[in-house]
């Protein structure tokens, strides 16, 4: 089967800036297939390639089996993209959204209607379908602009930071939206900056750093890619953080990097004999710790690895689309 995207040697640039710099991906149809890059790495700028709103410079790109360059509007036929921020008119309700954009597909009044209601009950949104989208709630915005790329289902889903700014509620009924899509048989390329939601959802990842994958697979590969395990602790006094760090770097021999709190640090562990006498040295140096836990990496310790930043940094690229494709 033709894959859904498929590209060789993808560059684009910006003046003398690469912001994709021979990129090589293969994703194949019906998969959540996740991008995974710190600030700037070249994420958004690829989905744009993709989806057609910018030109490459250099290298092919095939999505749905069609040339990005060559083909364009073959490609727009098949895919909608949902950018990082709702594009929802705020002034209309959220049935008003809705039947506005089954009308620009082409759909009859009638049948504009009918699709509303069918995805404002599908989200979740019909108890506010009559209210204007300007008192939604973040979450609610964000499940009416999705919804308002699936009027006419696509074949290939681009979601650019789709929780980003959520609660985690809000999060969570997005990711179940996610699944729910793919499971219809829509693929869905996502960018994220939350790298429990790769976890979560994307069957494959590849991490972009300047403009290339510097590693692609899934995310049990990724783990084992790192070839330790990790030691996550948080202290009872966020203050001891930086002497806490110069600890467990002296007695375990490897690199250590803050975690998602002030609190929190990530330890590589290459050899797991040195635990207690890491544990013993922090305690020696009056450093007191609340929590802590030894086992697999997660995937944040996989990004540390490869990029030599933490999760924190690795926040989604600016400019944002929000323009929708089809």
């Known amino acids: 089967m033709i894959p859904a995207i498929e590209t060789t040697a993808l560059?684009?640039?910006?003046?003398?800036?690469?912001?994709?710099?021979?990129?090589?991906?293969?994703?194949?149809?019906?998969?959540?297939?996740?991008?995974?890059?710190?600030?700037?790495?070249?994420?958004?700028?690829?989905?744009?390639?993709?989806a057609t709103l910018l030109r490459p410079d250099g290298g092919t790109a095939r999505v749905l089996g069609h040339d990005v360059a060559r083909e364009p509007a073959a490609v727009r036929a098949k895919v909608c993209l949902t950018g990082q921020f709702a594009s929802v008119d705020e002034d209309l309700t959220g049935h008003e959204n809705l039947v506005l954009v089954a009308r620009l597909f082409g759909?009859?009044?009638?049948?504009?209607?009918?699709?509303?209601?069918e995805l404002l009950a599908a989200f979740d949104l019909a108890d506010a379908a009559g209210?204007?989208?300007?008192?939604?709630?973040?979450?609610?915005?964000?499940?009416?602009?999705?919804?308002?790329?699936?009027?006419?289902?696509?074949?290939?889903?681009?979601?650019?930071?789709?929780?980003?700014?959520?609660?985690?509620?809000?999060?969570?009924?997005v990711w179940d939206i996610v699944r729910a899509i793919a499971a219809d048989?829509?693929?869905?390329?996502?960018?994220?900056?939350?790298?429990?939601?790769?976890?979560?959802?994307?069957?494959?990842?590849?991490?972009?750093?300047?403009?290339r994958v510097i590693a692609e697979g899934t995310s049990q590969e990724l783990k084992r890619s790192v070839g330790s395990n990790a030691l996550h602790l948080r202290l009872d006094d966020a203050s001891h953080r930086a002497e806490a760090r110069h600890v467990l770097r002296r007695v375990l021999g490897a690199e250590v990097h803050?975690?998602?709190?002030?609190?929190?640090?990530?330890?590589?562990?290459?050899d797991p004999a040195r635990l207690a006498e890491a544990v013993a040295a922090l305690g020696a140096g009056g450093?007191?710790?609340?929590?802590?836990?030894?086992?697999?990496?997660?995937?944040?310790?996989?990004?540390?690895?490869?990029?030599?930043?933490g999760s924190e940094d690795a926040v989604a690229a600016p400019a944002a689309s929000t323009e929708k494709v089809a």
């Open 11 to 50: 560059v684009k640039r910006f003046g003398e800036t690469r912001a994709v710099d021979g990129i090589d991906l293969r994703v194949e149809r019906g998969a959540v297939y996740g991008l995974l890059g710190p600030n700037g790495a070249g994420k958004t700028t690829t989905i744009r390639l993709l």
């Open 107 to 117: 759909h009859a009044w009638k049948g504009a209607r009918a699709r509303a209601d």
């Open 131 to 173: 209210k204007q989208a300007r008192t939604y709630s973040g979450g609610m915005r964000r499940r009416l602009d999705i919804a308002a790329s699936l009027v006419v289902t696509p074949e290939l889903l681009f979601l650019d930071e789709p929780t980003t700014g959520l609660d985690p509620r809000s999060r969570n009924q």
């Open 185 to 211: 048989g829509t693929t869905v390329l996502l960018t994220t900056q939350y790298l429990e939601e790769a976890d979560r959802l994307a069957g494959r990842l590849a991490v972009i750093d300047h403009g």
């Open 258 to 270: 803050d975690g998602a709190d002030a609190a929190s640090l990530t330890a590589r562990v290459h």
């Open 287 to 309: 450093i007191a710790v609340a929590e802590l836990a030894y086992g697999q990496p997660s995937l944040d310790d996989v990004f540390f690895a490869l990029t030599g930043r």
